[in-house]
C-alpha cells in the first residue's frame, strides 16, 4: 500500500493545508511530499505533477493507482477512509455542511483576495481598506450566524469539514483584523479552532519559514 499526499509550501498552500489536515485528524497514514510551489521553481515542479494529475496542482494524493485532486475531493476521501465523523451524521445538517464547504470553495474563499494565505504569516501586516475591513466583518456575522444557531463549539456542531475548509480565511482574516467583541461565539471558535494539535503542527512550521511576498500586498 502507497499513499502519497502532494502537498505546497506550509505558508502558501492553503489548499494543500485543508487536505492534510482532513487526513491527520481522521489518523490516516500517508507520506507526504512538499512541493515547492514558489516562483520561479513553482512551474516546473507543478509540471512534474501534471504528468500524473490532470490539474497540474496541489494536493494530491495518490493512494495506490488512484489519484484523487482537488482539495475537497480529498477531504471526503479522508473522512470516508475514517471514521466519517467530519461530517455531521443528521442528514439535513450534513447538507447545510457541504454547503458552506461548497460556498468557501467556489466564492467565499475569494473575499479579501489581497490578504492571501501566505500573508497570515507576515510580521508586517498593511494597512487594510475600508472594503476589506467590511467584508471581514461581513464574514465574522456569517460564522456568528452559524455558530449561535448550531450551538455546539465549531461550525455544525461538532468539527467538520466545514471547519478545516474554512480555517485557511480564518488565519487570513484574524491575523488582519481581530475579531470586534460583538462576535463572542467567532472569537470562541477560532480559538478552539488554531489550537487543534494538528493545526499547530502545520502552523508551528510555516512560522518557521521565510515569508512569501506576494506582489502588490503593500500597496492595494
Ligand atoms: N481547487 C483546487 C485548487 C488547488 C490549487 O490552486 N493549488 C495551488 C497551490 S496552493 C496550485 O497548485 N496551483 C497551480 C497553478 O497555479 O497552476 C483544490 O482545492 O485543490
Given at each position: ?72 475531493a480529498i477531504m471526503e476521501y479522508a ?70 444557531k448550531n450551538l455546539g463549539e465549531y ?34 471558535w477560532m480559538d478552539k479552532l488554531i ?26
Open positions: 500500500m502507497t499513499r502519497i499526499l502532494y502537498t505546497g509550501n506550509r505558508n502558501a498552500s492553503s489548499w494543500a493545508f485543508r487536505a492534510w489536515l482532513a487526513l491527520r485528524e481522521q489518523n490516516i497514514e500517508f507520506k507526504e511530499v512538499i512541493v515547492d510551489i514558489r516562483r520561479p521553481q513553482r512551474w516546473q515542479n507543478l509540471a512534474e505533477i501534471g504528468k500524473f494529475s490532470p490539474p497540474a496542482a496541489v494536493p494530491v494524493l495518490v493512494d495506490d493507482d488512484s489519484v484523487i485532486y482537488d482539495s475537497v473522512n470516508e477512509l475514517g471514521d466519517g465523523s467530519l461530517l455531521p451524521q443528521d442528514l439535513k445538517l450534513r447538507a447545510q455542511a457541504r454547503s458552506l464547504v461548497a460556498w468557501q470553495h467556489s466564492t467565499l474563499g475569494k473575499v479579501c483576495a489581497c490578504l492571501s494565505f501566505e500573508s497570515a504569516f507576515y510580521k508586517k501586516k498593511k494597512q487594510l481598506t475600508a472594503n476589506e475591513i467590511h467584508d471581514a466583518k461581513w464574514i465574522y456575522s456569517l460564522w456568528e450566524q452559524y455558530l449561535t461550525l455544525f456542531g461538532d468539527f467538520s469539514l466545514a471547519d478545516i475548509t474554512i480555517l485557511p480565511t480564518v488565519l487570513r482574516l484574524k491575523s488582519h483584523l481581530p475579531v470586534p467583541d460583538d462576535f463572542p461565539h467567532v472569537i470562541i489550537n487543534r494539535p494538528h493545526v499547530q503542527e502545520w502552523l508551528s512550521e510555516a512560522y518557521k519559514l521565510d515569508p512569501i511576498y506576494c506582489e502588490g500586498y503593500y500597496s492595494s
